[in-house]
């Protein structure tokens, strides 16, 4: 006769279960082992383990709700309507936090330049190396008096609104823009979630531990900020 079969379920990895089972364990997941148990207690010779990805830090859904606590990484004035020559987003706040496998930004624009202009977009520059003697050295400002040195190895080109929605990665080291890959955006208002991919940046530098950053929206510039991944 077929008896009832149980499950057990141990939160941690057996250390007596030995190799193959403890080299599944990945960092970000939570794994279990799972044994068959007849009702007499008797377990099956099979081990089984089973490995559930631990959930993205942050919902790439324009919903800047998730960011409590993650301190802001660069503060922009308010500068108003109209920018001098050419409109733009005007920007107001740059956050920035990372898990294993993406950076994430979050942006706060005044929402009378979104409005007004909605298919604008903005550029995300960024230096990987924090170094500016590497990769495209340009001097990024606006007639606000921001004004930043940067050695560019990567940009983000982004327009939420546009039809497509922009939201391309380029690797900027030879200023000639390849494009490398897609960041995932996502808008609600005046505020744009941008995730990008932790291994689509280590292609152009491998070793990325930190970073520098300068957004621009046509007029409008933000001073340098600096992240070091957690």
């Known amino acids: 006769a077929v008896g009832t079969i149980g499950i057990v379920l141990a939160s941690e990895i057996t250390p007596e279960l030995g190799p193959p089972y403890l080299a599944l364990a990945a960092p970000g997941t939570n794994c279990y082992t799972v044994r068959a148990v007849d009702p007499a207690g008797n377990e099956s010779t099979n081990v089984n383990q089973v490995c559930e990805e631990a959930a993205s830090l942050i919902a790439v859904d324009g919903d800047s709700s998730d960011w409590a606590g993650i301190p802001m990484l660069i503060s922009d004035a308010d500068e108003g309507l109209p920018f001098p020559g050419n409109p733009g987003w005007d920007i107001l706040k740059v956050s920035a936090t990372n898990d294993a496998e993406n950076i994430y930004f979050l942006f706060e624009f005044d929402p009378a330049s979104l409005t007004s202009q909605l298919n604008d977009g903005f550029v995300v520059s960024l230096d990987l190396d924090s170094n500016t003697a590497t990769g495209c050295a340009v001097n990024i400002g606006d007639s606000f008096g921001a004004f930043s040195a940067v050695g560019i190895e990567a940009t983000l080109v982004i327009s939420p609104y546009s039809n497509p929605v922009q939201h391309s990665i380029f690797d900027l080291?030879?200023?000639?823009?390849?494009?490398?890959?897609?960041?995932?955006?996502?808008?609600?208002?005046?505020?744009?979630?941008?995730?990008?991919?932790?291994?689509?940046?280590?292609?152009?530098?491998?070793?990325?531990?930190?970073?520098?950053?300068?957004?621009?929206?046509?007029?409008?510039?933000?001073?340098?900020?600096?992240?070091?991944?957690?």
Not at 185 to 193: N, S, Y
């Open 173 to 230: 080291q030879s200023c000639s823009g390849i494009a490398i890959g897609f960041a995932e955006v996502a808008a609600a208002g005046a505020f744009v979630e941008i995730a990008v991919p932790i291994a689509v940046l280590k292609t152009i530098t491998p070793a990325l531990a930190s970073f520098d950053i300068v957004a621009a929206s046509a007029g409008d510039a933000t001073n340098k900020g600096s992240y070091v991944l957690k």
